[in-house]
């Protein structure tokens, strides 16, 4: 394995560990050598990724957390540190959002989606660089997505957290990175995950047909953005810090 790769003695926390994105990130992790907690509201999902990254060999934890509770992100980490020993990795995966014209979001909904994308990334990272200051090293990946790059009128809230998301990323990463602990987002375009997925076909689209509108002509795979995430919590991102990465499958005939 290469060296600047290897996660071996390190732990990882990844929220939305369950599915998606956060189940792919977490088994790259663990086929690097990390150990790994699963936070999400649903244990079930959590519990089966568990299985997969023992069976790897690695230890595994699921802790189901509301993400937006501010307790419930700071018992996370402190369970983290009590079974496991320590934390080095925090992967800021709980998101998402449905899709509607900006007059028919209540004050509700705008607020519920903003503490979960924005407000889980504030409350869990500070929590999460206590240990990681105290040992001088670690790595917060944010996954942030191209909707906070582009105009989505479709998804105006989603996009403004996740634009948040990639300004919390940088002013983080300029008040820690000194310390020892780095910060970095993925924002990701279209992939083959639940959230997505299930929200094409209620409002009638073909999932498949959104890949085409990228260079590689379709969906993201999990595992795909997994290997970004790994770049960032390893050693081999030991100089980076603070950055965005547009993860997207290239830019379509539109240059988008």
Same mark, same amino acid.
């Given at each position: 394995m290469n060296s600047g790769f290897n996660?071996?003695?390190?732990?990882?926390?990844?929220?939305?560990?369950?599915?998606?994105?956060?189940?792919?990130?977490?088994?790259?992790?663990?086929?690097?050598? *990390?150990?790994?907690?699963?936070? *999400?509201?649903? %244990?079930? %999902?959590?519990?089966?990724?568990v299985k997969e990254i023992q069976a790897l060999g690695r230890r595994a934890l699921a802790v189901p957390t509301d993400v937006t509770n501010p307790q419930q992100c700071q018992d996370l980490v402190d369970t983290t540190v009590r079974e496991l020993g320590r934390l080095d990795i925090l992967v800021n995966c709980a998101g998402g959002a449905e899709t509607k014209g900006i007059a028919k979001w209540s004050e509700e909904e705008w607020n519920q989606v903003l503490a979960l994308n924005l407000g889980s990334v504030w409350f869990l990272s500070r929590?999460?660089?206590? %240990?990681?200051?105290?040992?001088?090293?670690?790595?917060?990946?944010?996954?942030?997505?191209?909707?906070?790059?582009?105009?989505? %009128?479709?998804a105006a809230p989603y996009a403004a957290s996740k634009a948040g998301v990639n300004s919390l990323t940088g002013s983080m990463a300029a008040s820690w990175t000194r310390k020892g602990v780095r910060v970095n987002a993925i924002a990701v375009g279209a992939v083959r995950a639940a959230t997505l997925v299930d929200e094409l076909e209620r409002q009638g689209i073909d999932p498949e047909s959104v890949g085409t509108t990228n260079a590689s002509g379709r969906l993201g795979e999990p595992d795909e953005i997994g290997y970004g995430v790994l770049f960032f919590a390893s050693d081999a991102s030991s100089f980076c810090s603070g950055q965005t990465l547009y993860m997207h499958g290239g830019p379509g005939p539109a240059g988008i």
């Open positions: 996660l071996e003695g390190r732990v990882a926390i990844i929220t939305g560990g369950g599915t998606g994105i956060g189940r792919g990130a977490a088994l790259v992790l663990a086929q690097h050598g *990390a150990d790994v907690v699963l936070a *999400a509201r649903r %244990p079930e %999902p959590l519990e089966s990724t929590c999460a660089a206590g %240990p990681m200051l105290k040992q001088g090293k670690g790595a917060i990946v944010n996954i942030s997505s191209g909707a906070s790059l582009l105009s989505m %009128p479709q």
